[in-house]
């Protein structure tokens, strides 16, 4: 198996509602990522957990919050967000270790309106 | 920023050889370099990636230079399907035994029948 698994695959949201995307991955892994991605940009790097605690925060506004319940287990916590926060959201995952690759989510496509 | 320079698209046609160039002249002798693609709306996909040795799987073939300072993502018989966007990358290390991923623009490669 080496699927990260995403969801929900689309989400529409209010700017005063509270939702969370979640990521999960059975494959072991012990480095999770979230990215996010704007139309015709590359992936940002948002956060990085390694061995469930996080490891790497890319000065990403609080209203984004993250939690890795257990080496599965990635979700992302979002409230009060705004329009131009409305992106695709990856979730990745690896070994750990310089010489490992990552593997990819298929996505979740968020719209805040 | 990404420490990587890619053209920003490059032509192919179906069934020759598509030869993507990467520029890493600042790479470190302990970084690598991953190869991803991202086909559309879809969560990027590793392809390969290398230290110093040319590496080969059943995607692609990875060549470096000598000096490490550039590389080039051949694939042998482009398809329709290969139509994507191809982000070299180099593996930097936060000083934790993870490295993280942090893409560049990438190669836009559009396959032509």
């Known amino acids: 198996d080496t699927e990260v698994t995403q969801t929900p695959k689309h989400l529409v949201m209010g700017m005063t509602n509270k939702k969370s995307l979640k990521c999960e991955q059975h494959?072991?892994?012990?480095?999770m990522y979230w990215y996010k991605q704007k139309a015709k940009k590359p992936p940002e790097l948002m956060f990085v957990?390694?061995?469930?605690?996080?490891?790497i925060n890319e000065s990403v506004p609080s209203r984004f919050s993250p939690e890795c319940p257990n080496s599965s287990l990635l979700n992302l916590h979002l409230h009060a967000l705004q329009p131009e926060d409305s992106a695709l959201y990856l979730c990745?995952?690896?070994?750990?270790?310089?010489?490992?690759?990552?593997?990819f989510g298929q996505g979740t496509r968020l719209t805040v309106v | 920023d990404a420490k990587t320079t890619q053209p920003t698209s490059m032509d192919c046609a179906e069934g020759r050889a598509a030869n993507l160039p990467c520029n890493h002249s600042?790479?470190?002798?302990?970084?690598?370099v991953y190869w991803y693609r991202q086909i559309h709306s879809q969560g990027p996909q590793y392809i390969i990636h290398?230290?110093?040795n040319n590496e080969t799987n059943e995607m692609a073939s990875l060549i470096i230079t000598e000096d490490r300072k550039s590389s080039t993502l051949i694939l042998p018989h482009a398809t329709l399907r290969d139509t994507a966007v191809y982000y070299c990358?180099?593996?930097?290390?936060?000083?934790?035994?993870?490295?993280?991923?942090?893409f560049g623009k990438g190669t836009k490669l559009s396959v032509k029948p």
């Open positions: 290398g230290l110093k």
């Open positions: 957990y390694s061995y469930e605690k996080l490891s």
């Open positions: 990745a995952s690896s070994r750990g270790g310089m010489n490992t690759e990552a593997f």
């Open positions: 494959m072991g892994h012990r480095a």
């Open positions: 600042t790479i470190s002798g302990n970084e690598y």
């Open positions: 990358i180099v593996r930097v290390n936060y000083g934790g035994s993870q490295g993280n991923l942090i």
